[in-house]
């Protein structure tokens, strides 16, 4: 009701404007990512949870692919997504075409060995829409030679020089259960530990042995990897106090991004509390479900 309010005021400002439309283009040329651009090209990612993406990016250049994820604090980026993305638009799209094309003005990478890559739900999302909020702010730029990845398993887009392969599959995956582990036990201990830095220096130490699995692929050292934290944790030194627990929930972007939730987690502790996070993990399972339940009921 909020966007069929706004669409409303946006069409009565026009009308007492005296506006008159132009047709344009609404299109935009695709470039795809060829199999010669896997072997030199710079994939972006834009950020959104800086637990589980510095492990994703592992899983992705150990299976050929050049992934930068973008930095995950970066407050100028919403003011950059608003050159090229409607503010009625939603928030998680402006965050993320400002990382992006923040990135690709600053100088540090070549933009003509440089993709992007993007995630696509398929569904009534407006996240499906982002790689065309994308798009258009490189077209407006300059910049429309620079491929944009769709990352999606619905056949929604393809391109020559990017394929899912099983390998990629299994890591990603592993790196998705690392990184909610991670998330879990961090949240869970840190309000509570007697030493000040104990617990984020214990998540640090995992972190770089998580790499390293993930690189691997091994299942056997990913069950060993994943008791073994969990027994760290246990065995961290901690007061015997009790705190509220405060439940973080909403969009998905939004809740797991520092920068787009405002530090929420720091901020939830500092207060006295607690912070429980749903797992990133629970969303592919919606997903899954979703698909299947459609798949069922063949709509």
């Known amino acids: 009701r909020i966007r069929i309010r706004s669409l409303k005021a946006a069409m009565d400002e026009r009308e007492e404007s005296g506006y008159k439309p132009n047709k344009t283009h609404t299109s935009f040329r695709r470039m795809p990512f060829t199999k010669e651009m896997r072997t030199r090209h710079t994939i972006l990612a834009p950020q959104m949870s800086p637990i589980h993406f510095q492990l994703l990016q592992e899983a992705f250049r150990i299976s050929g692919y050049s992934l930068e994820v973008l930095p995950s604090v970066d407050k100028t980026a919403v003011d950059e997504g608003l050159k090229y993305v409607n503010n009625d638009a939603c928030y998680p799209s402006i965050l993320v075409t400002g990382q992006i094309m923040k990135a690709l003005k600053s100088g540090e990478y070549d933009l003509n060995n440089t993709s992007l890559i993007i995630t696509q739900t398929g569904g009534g999302c407006r996240a499906t829409n ?72 214990l998540y640090e130490s995992w972190v770089e042995k998580c790499k390293e699995s993930v690189i691997s692929g091994s299942h056997r050292t990913f069950k060993r ?66 698909a299947d339940y459609k798949y069922k009921k063949k709509y």
């Open 130 to 201: 982002y790689i065309g909020f994308i798009r258009k702010a490189l077209m407006d730029t300059g910049f429309s030679h620079i491929p944009v990845i769709s990352l999606n398993t619905l056949g929604l887009e393809k391109n020559p020089g990017f394929v899912i392969t099983p390998g990629l599959i299994n890591k990603s995956l592993i790196a998705l259960v690392y990184g909610d582990l991670l998330m879990r036990v961090l949240y869970r201990v840190r309000p509570y530990e007697k030493i000040k830095g104990s617990a984020n220096a």
């Open 225 to 290: 990897n994943v008791y073994n934290i969990v027994k760290d944790f246990d065995n961290l030194e901690l007061r015997d106090i009790k705190k509220p627990k405060v439940g973080l929930v909403g969009e998905i972007l939004v809740k797991f991004h520092p920068t787009a939730n405002n530090d929420v987690v720091d901020i939830v502790e500092s207060e006295g509390a607690e912070a429980v996070m749903p797992d990133l993990i629970g969303f592919f399972l919606y997903c899954a479900y979703d």
